[in-house]
């Protein structure tokens, strides 16, 4: 029997608040993204780092209450048993997109499945809002992050240089767009 099987997505209640940072592993730095724009079009190039490194950002301190029951926000979480194994926490765009605020999957079940579901069921949300699409941002040296993106339909859709300016480790935000297709839809919807 697989064991990720029996993974269920869920908004988060009251009684999960406690739970949703418990997603916040360390992951590894292997490199970067090198992006490019060039005729109207993004392309980029991996460099690889000599040496990996490992990071982890710092626990969410947020009013939660305000994701829970919102037509506005939500934070979708991924049980396994009683383990919150991942999370996304997404809002209403004022562009009619699903912004990603946040997608973390703990280490020990990264690479089997838990942040497609996440995804998937950010979709769902985001539709039901009736969004165009979702939207996130990352770091170009969360290499692995970025990777994932473009594995999940992901495209890069522009680059920030200042940004991160505080941050003397971060070079450029990457902007990521997933954008619903026209033809997409419930099988009633397409006849």
């Not at 919102?70 to 765009?93: F, M, Y």
């Not at 690479?111 to 950010?122: D, F, N, Y």
């Not at 769902?124 to 970025?146: H, P, R, T, V, Y």
Request: include cysteine; glycine fraction near 6%; aromatic fraction near 12%.
């Amino acid at each position: 029997m697989d064991p990720f099987e029996k993974i269920i997505i869920q908004p988060l209640k009251d009684y999960l608040v406690t739970i949703v940072n418990t997603t916040n592993d360390f992951f590894p730095i292997i490199g970067k993204l090198i992006p490019n724009f060039s005729n109207g079009i993004w392309s980029y190039e991996e460099e690889l780092y000599d040496t990996p490194s490992e990071i982890r950002f710092p626990d969410d301190k947020l009013d939660w209450s305000a994701y829970i029951d919102s037509s506005e926000k939500i934070v979708l979480l991924a049980l396994h048993e009683d383990t919150c194994i991942g999370q996304i926490r997404l809002v209403k765009d004022w562009n009619r997109f699903a912004y990603i605020e946040n997608i973390a999957v703990k280490k020990d079940f990264r690479k089997s499945g838990v942040g497609h579901l996440l995804l998937e069921a950010a979709e769902i949300w985001a539709k039901g809002q009736s969004l165009i699409g979702l939207s996130l941002e990352a770091q170009n040296d969360n290499l692995i992050a970025c990777r994932f993106y473009v594995k999940e339909g992901f495209v890069l859709g522009g680059v920030d240089t200042l940004k991160q300016s505080a941050n003397p480790n971060i070079d450029l935000t990457l902007y990521w767009y997933k954008i619903f297709s026209e033809t997409e839809g419930t099988a009633d919807e397409q006849g």
